[in-house]
């Protein structure tokens, strides 16, 4: 049966939103602090979400290639499903960054185990396609 993906289609651009939410807030940051562009440091309301963007787009690297292989090596429903618990740790660590720091655990591995499971899925089930089924 073919997979449309329209699923995971959707939880892509709810991710990339999801970033974009993050680079807006930079910009609250910017006005609240008082610092302007191109400063990266003086104030640790911006630091935090100068340091949530940055840490969100090394992880995008990793969870989106990771989503679409999953979806295409195994199911797209399950794909999405883990997509938006991504989403949901991604936003849990944001706002608990933002807030402190040492607030950020539980969102980080909230997103880093769905992470985990789309890109250890879509690597056993590649491996398995290739040496068992051999193409």
Known sequence: MHQSHALVAIVTLVSLLVYAWM??????????????APAMTGHPELERHLRVQANTVEWLVIYLPSLWLFAIYWNDLIAAALGVVWIIGRIVYALGYAADPKKREVGFIIQALATAVLLFGALGRAVYVLVVIGN
């Open 23 to 36: 680079i807006f807030r930079i910009g609250g940051a910017r006005r609240r602090s008082g610092i302007d």
